[in-house]
């Protein structure tokens, strides 16, 4: 029986812990902060045991890395170098579904090495976004084409009948991870040419997008495309974007929160006797640089908070972004739920509790790419190249009462991959992610039981 050990239990876990025991019959050690989070996936089945682990307690992870037969990292990506080299120190094999940072980049020779796999970015995006292109790429590549132009989208959202808020947008997964993640700067390619997004700056810079058959969408840059050059085998000349799609009207949003500078980790705040409206007040006067050390006036009116907001932001009071602060409480006399926390998480509680999924409402996952490619011209020399666009899209709803699409299209690619490595059948050693077809041709084979399957359109141009 082979051990695997799942550092983490959160929100996308349950379905590659189900898959672990249920499927493949191995044992699950499930170590993490919160053992209550563990035992209830678990669910009391035999081959299942959850551990207390918190992230410093490096010597535990020693003892956690060499006791297992893989290692599956779920945990905040900021960890993963310390779990990497403890794989390396007794060479189990790890993946994770997180992206590769640069000093998990560096450790490639260390990994080939020690004979293991460190696989990244095997969820959905990243993950089923790469599998889904370079099914593509390898296609075109093995007519005899050049692709010359890759986009790719991907987006965690409500099912389009439970879209029931004005942000168009409920959570799936870790919510401060979402704001957190909304301030990272973007790169990509226009014909070769770089375009950059700083963090601050990232919302200013999106598009309407209608991608066939699916709906119609604002996109945004998703962190640096740039670097997956190499990864997708493709030349500096080539445009290469990738996006995340959201419903309309997020993008001015976060642009808005960003400004005010509600998404702030910098430092924790006393929030005890203070309201929403008060929170909103401080922030405006942090952003305007008149900061008190109590974080704007007590009792601030409803009614003058949200005239500031519109103020200060430069919109009238009804515009659809002071709407959304109002329908989501930024602006009541409430008292905030929190005693103590930065400044995000007073806005991700509230959030939590207006954009959750209610009981028996239906996430969705849309995964769309669209490759342009010239192919060699027959006969006479003179003749023109033809060109066309291949298109391959996934959309995949999540069950009712049951687990969410985003948890599923998160975890269970990584849970496929795992045990092909376990099984022998992933040879390939060092940093990877599932950009080879000796991982992505199983990995969406067997994806497509479960209901992830890509459909293809292709248009000549």
């Not at 044992?27 to 209550?36: D, E, F, L, Q």
């Not at 998990?104 to 959905?124: Q, R, V």
């Not at 959201?246 to 006797?273: H, K, P, Q, V, Y």
């Not at 601030?300 to 908070?305: E, F, G, I, K, P």
Request: aromatic content about 8%; glycine content about 10%; overall charge negative.
């Amino acid at each position: 029986m082979s051990t695997v050990v799942v550092l983490g239990a959160g929100m996308v876990t349950k379905p590659m812990v189900d898959y672990f025991l249920d499927r493949c019959g191995y044992r699950v050690v499930m170590a993490t902060r919160t053992v209550s989070k563990a035992e209830r996936i678990l669910a009391g089945r035999a081959a299942g045991e959850a551990l207390a682990w918190t992230t410093n307690e490096e010597d535990r992870l020693d003892e956690l890395a060499e006791g297992a037969d893989l290692v599956v990292s779920m945990i905040p990506p900021t960890m993963h170098i310390p779990v990497a080299r403890a794989c390396l120190r007794h060479r189990t094999p790890m993946v994770t579904t997180s992206f590769i940072s640069p000093a998990m980049a560096g450790l490639d020779e260390e990994a080939k090495a020690a004979g293991i796999p460190i696989l990244n970015e095997i969820g959905e995006d990243p993950g089923l976004d790469h599998m889904g292109v370079m099914q593509t790429l390898d296609a075109i590549r093995d007519e005899g084409g050049r692709a010359f132009s890759v986009t790719s989208y991907g987006a965690g959202l409500p099912a389009f009948e439970h879209n029931r808020n004005p942000f168009g947008y409920k959570f799936s997964w870790s919510p401060k991870g979402v704001m957190l993640a909304a301030q990272t700067p973007a790169a990509y390619l226009q014909e070769g040419r770089r375009v950059e997004i700083p963090g601050d700056r990232l919302f200013e810079h999106h598009w309407i997008v209608e991608i066939e058959g699916i709906g119609v969408f604002e996109t945004y840059p998703n962190r640096d495309s740039t670097r997956y050059l190499p990864w997708y085998d493709l030349d500096e000349s080539v445009s290469l974007y990738r996006g995340l799609l959201r419903f309309t009207g997020w993008c001015n949003t976060m642009r808005a929160l960003i400004a005010l500078g509600a998404l702030d980790d910098s430092e924790a705040i006393e929030w005890t006797g203070r309201t929403y409206a008060d929170y909103t007040a401080g922030l405006i006067s942090r952003a305007r640089g008149v900061e008190s050390a109590r974080e704007g006036e007590e009792g601030v009116s409803t009614a003058r908070v949200r005239e500031e907001t519109a103020e200060f932001l430069g919109v009238e009071e009804i515009a659809d972004v002071i709407q959304r602060f109002e329908w989501l409480g930024l602006f009541s006399g409430e008292p905030v739920a929190l005693e103590r926390g930065a400044r995000v998480d007073v806005l991700v509680a509230l959030m939590l509790r207006r954009m959750s999924y209610a009981p028996g409402e239906r996430d969705m996952i849309i995964v769309h790419d669209e490759i342009s490619a010239e192919f060699p011209g027959a006969g006479a020399e003179n003749r023109p190249a033809r060109r066309e666009t291949r298109s391959s899209s996934m959309v995949v709803e999540g069950v009712p009462h049951g687990d969410s699409a985003m948890s599923r299209a998160v975890s269970l690619p990584a849970a496929i991959a795992a045990r092909l490595i376990l099984e022998g059948k992933i040879e390939t050693t060092g940093v990877l992610m599932p950009t080879v077809r000796e991982i992505y041709k199983p990995v969406l084979a067997e994806l497509e039981g479960f209901g992830f399957e890509f459909s293809h359109r292709q248009t000549d141009i």
